[in-house]
């Protein structure tokens, strides 16, 4: 093995990580030390990679029949992107965690976290630079064992979200597994020519094989990423989890990796431009995604759980944003990656700390606490305008290209997928303003609205854990106001070749000032002329609450954001979709469990106890065995 | 090394004999022997495995086929260094664990009696010789599970006991038939006759036929496995170990394999039979260990759907044999054998685990546990190196063997037996999960706040065997490891009638 700097991001955060695993929890102060330095070494070391690249590194490590695992470690460009972003969000965690942690009494998992935060910074290296497809694979189960470790450090019901997520993403892994056996097995017609090199395989999608390959690795993207259907490990995690394990997982980098991955298959390792079907596929995901995911979230009364709902939605703009094939579209999913990726944090780390400070995640219980944290709340509130996509922040930047991407198909190709844009388009939008309805909802419970007596003592989080806050959402306004200068020109537009070809070039309309202007001026006046109807129609008596003329002070009397949108959930038909929800009626997980159940139920049945049963399978086995074994059948 | 061949038969036997006489004041001394022993037996196994000498070993200088013979060749030195590994630590953990019992230095005289068997059975050339040496190690086993004389103990321990003599008689009957066929018992010469004659006649067929329920009912494998479930859990939890480790490995497949490649040879019919055999224990082992609520019962299930795996394997090469494509039935086989390696020391380790939980906390029912991460932190790391063993997490050893295997079957164009593989990895990830989830994650019950970990002893053999699990995987990617450890193992079973000329010699 040569020596690189790629190896370094790799196997230094993945040798240590692996070794604090084993070690004791004494040692809890060594462990956060050492993590922070060598998040910064790997996220110094991500800015050099993207900025001037590294020589590739081969190692052979075992060859298998025809089947050779190599390590190819190859700066690529879309790889040295998310690498750069998956090193900075792996840094601003360890900050964060340092104070975090030690407030907790969580001591007693001291060497897990930190441990498995590195083999999160390590695996997620690897998957970025590598180049070889059984590598990757390796590199992401490490990170999905590293999900499973994080998510298992949190209290209460955490093993259970644990063992969900570790399961269903196990699952999405054993897909990619026999995928990218499939995917060497379509690779060449020749056995000894064919490879499982990424950069060197491009597999038209016209048959069988080819079409199950694809969809094995989509749904290994998908479960990563957490898009609908196999979105339900992201909810039940954000429950229970930690705060900083979602904002660095689920929110951040498993986001990038999911989204890499799916940008690989879709772009280099299969020709999917002339499968329409698998095409459609990709934009109703996306779509459905979106709209699905934003209204469960609008009714959640957890603050962590809405968040995570959150997270599941906007991938769908991602998904819909890489369907639509175009480049404005692509350059604006990968966008949407990032901003996201950076509000998301933020908007978890924020959560992150209400919780810490007041001991409930419960929205019922919170308000008023925008006097009490107003740092929290000010990058809160950047974040949750980012995220509902409300000009200048960046969230609205990369969604208008995804709109414009939207539409550029419609008018650039043919067939199902260009003649329904008007669907994807509407998804999208009304995406955006149902996600705009549950953050008012949202900022409304937590810091608006009354401070409950039991908060009165709340204060402000500490100044390590503000900092990282304050970087995501100065991110989000950096990103907003110069989104081409900073994100798109320096660092989105230069890998686009890479992925769309030669013909990168795509032209940001993004608004016209005098109508916009015209319009946001005729939305308010309406706004104003609605209140002033409702106003003088006089229908409304304010008086002062009659309470006997006792003295009351009533906790309760104030305007709970909980209640928002119950006119929403006790909508005919939808109750019902919200009641199934809940109880995991449409939740893969639960109901494969319920089948796995009934199925073992049976074989428990038969395995009674009784010998003459037992010695009767043994004497029909007999039978079947000679049967075959003396060829008479 | 060949002069020494007796030795891993008579050091264990003439202990197994002095052993009682100790008596209950002896019983530190007898451990110590014991220990001592197996120790030993450790020792020449690596050297008979590191020295890579093959020969075959006349017992009192009787020439075969009029004598006994031992044959040393790849496979047997793999399978007696397994044997020793996963026997060290069980009797490592046996010395503090098994003071809860009386009549420790019987329990340990059966111990090597059973190692003494399983040893025997991988160095005999003679094929009554072998069922002799099974049945040593099986009666041992009996009484073994039986140990705890519990109501539930005695009722498993009897039902393994009628299931096993059934497995006896017809591994018992078929030697018989061979003997009456060929006029050896001499397993060369019987593999000789039978090539001489061109094939199999009616009456070894059926001979063929028995032998693959009968070792097939050693192995546990579906549908002959009922014992097991019942068996394993209630022995002590070394001896679990020893039974699900390393037991049903040597008298099931080790047997099996030897019979099927080395003496009949092997037929496109027994291979899929075999392969089908490795399937449904697979599917079926797992879909009940999920289902479990007993710890031991878990994972004496999973050791079904794991010795599916082995048997996957070396049926996958049998049948690729047949089909002429030698590398790829070396390749399938490897997987096989790497497996078996594999599951002898993480499925001893879990077990190992599951005795250092059960002393802790006394029960061994899932749901009465939970957060016992705090109270048993090497207990916990242990079990978690052997989970992602067990489960094929990389780059622990259990991902290399299945990776193996399912490669092998990629190349060899079977997919659904690639996707079987991967779909059952899937399950044994998900029941291991819940094991983590129920024992060692959660709320800690009020009732064992004081659960307290067992060091010492235990705890060196537990973590003993989880540093095997990690470094294991370095048999398949350091390139000299393979060559010297497993690929002389392989070479038996690809060779298949090369084992007679081998034992004969180029001039028999």
Redesign the interface.
Known sequence: MEKSILCIPVFLPLIIGFVM??L?NRLSSLFRVLTLIISVITFVLGIIIFTSGGTNVTWS??Q????KLELLLTATPLGNFMLLFAMGFGLLITLYSLKSRSLGDDR?NANIYYGATLLTIGGSAGILLSNHLLALL?FW??VT?SLYLLI?TGK?????A??KS??MI??SD?AF??GV??V??CSNENIAERTLVISSISLPTDSVLPVIAFLLLLLAAITKAGAMPLHTWVPTSGEYAPASVMALLPAAIDKLLGIYLLLIIVKKIFIIETAATLNLLLAIIGAATIIIAVMIAMVQHNLKKLLSYHAVSQVGYMILGIATGTPIGIAGGIFHLVNNAIYKSCLFLCGGAVEQQTGTADLEELGGLGKKMPWTFATCLIAALSISGIPPFNGFVSKWMIYQGVIDMASGQAGTIAGLWPVWLVAAMFGSALTLASFVKLIHSMFLSRLPSGLKNTREVSALQIIPMAILAALCVIFGIFYSQVPLQKLINPLLPSLVGENAEYKLSLWNAGLATVLIAAGIGIGVLIWLIGRLSDKIRIVPTWTCGEIQENDKMIVPGTHFYKTVSSMDGLKQLYTGQSKGYFDIYDQGGRL??A???F??WL?S?M?P???T??T???LI??F????IL | MIGLLPAFVVIPLIAAFILPLFGKKGKDAATILANAVILLLLVLAVVAVYSGKQGIYEIGDWSIPLGINLVLDGLSALMLLAIATVATAAMLFSARYMEQYTAKAKYLSLFLLMVAGMNGVVLSGDIFNLFVFLEIASLASYALVGFGCGHEELEASF?YM??GS?GSI?ILFSVGLVYGHTGTLNMAYISQTIQNNGGLN?GL??A???F??GF??KAALV??H??L??AHPSAPAPISAMLSGILIKTLGVYALSRVVFNIFGVSQ??G??IIVLGLISMI?GA??A??QEDLKRLMAYSSISQIGYVVLGIGLGAALIQKGED??AS?AILGGLFHLVNHAVYKSLLFLNSGSIEMATGTRRLEQMGGL??KL?YTR?TCAVAS?SI?G???FSGFWSK??L???A??AGY?WI??II??V??CT??MY??V??YVF???LPEKLQNARENKGTMLFAMAFLACLCILMGLL??IPGLKEAVLDPAVKVLTGGFEYSRFVIGPGG
């Open positions: 695993l084993l004791p490590i075992v298998l029949g025809e089947i007693d390796i189960e490490i064992v298992s209460d019901n955490s093993n259970f644990a063992t570790f399961a196990g699952a054993a597994m026999l056996f499939l060497w097995v796995a159940m199925l073992t139920g074989l428990r395995h106890g010998l049963m037992y010695l399978w043994l029909l086995g007999l065995v000679l075959v074994v003396c060829g | 039902k009628v299931l059934v017809f009616a067929t059926f063929l036929a028995l693959i329920v097939g009912l549908p002959f009922a014992w479930p019942d019919a027994t899929w039979l079926i879909f009940l999920i289902g590398k790829l390749l991460a705090a932190p790391a992602a489960v997490i990389p780059p990776l193996i399912i490669i092998a990629i190349l997919y690639a996707a991967v779909f990895s899937l990830l998900i999960l819940k983590h989830r994650l959660g709320q398949v990617i």
